[in-house]
């Protein structure tokens, strides 16, 4: 099992860009999870989606965030236009909810905005 | 997250110490994970605790869940420099719903 895939690792970007994480589930796995992780507010959840479905966004800070799953093996956040207090550690987690199964975090994105 | 808080946020224990972590709501916590993470990477999943009064042990880390389901502590038994990391306490609010939030983190450091 590959684990949940994250990529870019790394990304640095000019204030006003638009920005794409993108992630990978685990396959099997009925559930996403999106969370921003800052050492000011630690890692909050921005997103959760079921069967490809999202079900809250109540996390997601602006309309500058978006985020979709057009498959049940990928989705992706994205962020336009991009500011530097976005910046951040991404992460993407997904699991098998309702079976007892804990969430996997992939190895998150980097977001650096200038 | 304020709704999950744990404590203490930084600990520095000498090698071969036992060591406690705790997380505390003031809601009832539905499936109760514990994770640690090394800087830079994922966060590993240690254990999940579902039962009030449950408790699960993994090599020198154990984990409890108390009967009211709004605690949980994270015991290391003779610590190693291997145990250092942040950990992390995370938990869905509402029964029913898979909206997990997590802690703060605990910032742990074990000197050699």
């Known amino acids: 099992d590959a684990g949940v895939i994250q990529s870019p690792r790394h990304e640095v970007t000019e204030m006003g860009q638009e920005v794409t994480l993108r992630c990978k589930p685990i396959?099997?796995?009925?559930?996403l999870f999106w969370y921003r992780q800052t050492m000011m507010r630690g890692l909050e959840l921005l997103i959760y989606f079921n069967n490809n479905v999202p079900i809250d966004d109540s996390g997601m800070p602006e309309d500058r965030f978006s985020a979709k799953m057009p498959n049940a093996s990928f989705s992706t956040l994205k962020i336009q236009p991009s500011e530097p207090r976005d910046s951040a550690v991404y992460f993407c987690?997904?699991?098998?909810?309702?079976?007892?199964?804990?969430?996997?975090f992939g190895n998150g994105t980097r977001l650096t905005v200038t | 997250s304020q709704e999950l808080e744990q404590s203490p946020q930084s600990l520095i224990v000498q090698e071969g110490k036992n060591l406690t972590i705790n997380c505390t709501s003031s809601?009832?916590?539905?499936?109760l994970y514990w994770y640690k993470q090394k800087y830079g990477e994922g966060l590993i999943f240690l254990m999940m605790l579902q039962k009030g009064g449950e408790e699960k042990s993994h090599e020198k880390i154990t984990a409890k869940l108390d009967e009211k389901k709004q605690q949980s502590s994270l015991h290391i038994t003779a610590s190693q420099p291997s145990h250092a990391g942040i950990y992390l306490c995370g938990a869905a609010l509402t029964s029913g719903t898979y909206k997990y939030i997590f802690g703060t983190g605990t910032r742990l450091k074990v000197l050699a």
């Open positions: 396959s099997g796995h009925n559930s």
């Open positions: 987690a997904s699991s098998l909810v309702g079976g007892g199964s804990p969430l996997h």
């Open positions: 809601k009832t916590l539905y499936g």
